[in-house]
């Protein structure tokens, strides 16, 4: 049978009587329904699964980068609290060598013995008036003392030797006599040291609110 009469056969089947088609045609059908009802399944049930789970894996892999986010942030805090940790211990070294209220005193006598020690005749040590800061506050004296050149570096080096803070600011330093041939001479300097304030005073040193600054 060739592909004419096929054709001539299946235009003359009678849609209304299939049990009267040959064999190969009902057959034929069977296959071909079947072929339908299997692209229609896939169509109507398994697309939408399908659909459904690229939705799915797309939310898998937005979860996925942002835990991947969160992990990086998570262990980036850690470092942060190392860093943080670690800028507080430095801080309270730093907080330990403000002296207090009480041990100012003390730190301007070892200042002035420094001065004895270095062998500077004193002319001057006048304390300045404290200036308050955040936390701490600068606590300056006025210094006018007179050696030779060695003296002086003798002194200002044991001066930032000290276990306290002190800091050598507005230094002047002429020879006696306004001979530049001198080998004595005269120092003028602020010698700042630093004290923690007290809960108190840093409350009293905040600025109350609707204040003028002066």
Same mark, same amino acid.
């Given at each position: 049978?060739?592909?004419?009469?096929?054709?001539?056969?299946?235009?003359?089947?009678?849609?209304?009587?299939?049990?009267?088609?040959?064999?190969?045609?009902?057959?034929?059908?069977?296959?071909?329904? $079947?072929? #339908? !009802?299997?692209?229609?399944?896939?169509?109507? =049930?398994?697309?939408?699964?399908?659909? *459904? @789970?690229?939705?799915? +894996?797309?939310?898998?892999?937005?979860?996925?980068?942002?835990?991947?986010?969160?992990?990086?942030?998570?262990?980036?805090?850690?470092?942060?609290?190392?860093?943080?940790?670690?800028?507080?211990?430095?801080?309270?070294?730093?907080?330990?060598?403000?002296?207090?209220?009480?041990?100012? $005193?003390? #730190? !301007?006598?070892?200042?002035?013995?420094?001065? =004895?020690?270095?062998?500077?005749?004193? *002319? @001057?040590?006048?304390? +300045?008036?404290?200036?308050?800061?955040?936390?701490?506050?600068?606590?300056?004296?006025?210094?006018?003392?007179?050696?030779?050149?060695?003296?002086?570096?003798?002194?200002?080096?044991?001066?930032?030797?000290?276990?306290?803070?002190?800091?050598?600011?507005?230094?002047?330093?002429?020879?006696?006599?306004?001979?530049?041939?001198?080998?004595?001479?005269?120092?003028?300097?602020?010698?700042?040291?630093?004290?923690?304030?007290?809960?108190?005073?840093?409350?009293?040193?905040?600025?109350?609110?609707?204040?003028?600054?002066?």
């Amino acid at each position: 049978m060739n592909v004419q009469d096929i054709l001539k056969e299946l235009q003359s089947l009678d849609a209304q009587n299939p049990g009267a088609w040959p064999g190969w045609a009902r057959n034929g059908a069977v296959v071909l329904t $079947a072929v #339908l !009802l299997i692209l229609a399944g896939l169509y109507f =049930v398994v697309q939408p699964k399908y659909d *459904e @789970l690229q939705v799915e +894996q797309g939310k898998e892999t937005s979860l996925r980068e942002e835990f991947e986010r969160k992990q990086k942030k998570v262990a980036a805090l850690d470092a942060y609290k190392d860093q943080l940790a670690e800028m507080e211990r430095s801080f309270g070294t730093m907080l330990r060598q403000l002296p207090s209220k009480t041990e100012v $005193a003390n #730190l !301007l006598q070892d200042i002035s013995q420094t001065r =004895v020690q270095s062998a500077l005749e004193e *002319e @001057l040590f006048e304390p +300045q008036g404290e200036v308050p800061k955040d936390f701490y506050a600068e606590v300056p004296n006025r210094i006018i003392v007179t050696g030779n050149y060695h003296e002086m570096g003798q002194f200002v080096s044991a001066v930032a030797a000290l276990p306290r803070i002190v800091t050598i600011d507005e230094v002047e330093l002429k020879p006696i006599g306004g001979q530049a041939a001198s080998t004595q001479l005269r120092m003028s300097a602020l010698a700042k040291t630093y004290r923690y304030l007290d809960d108190g005073e840093i409350v009293e040193a905040k600025p109350r609110p609707g204040a003028r600054k002066p």
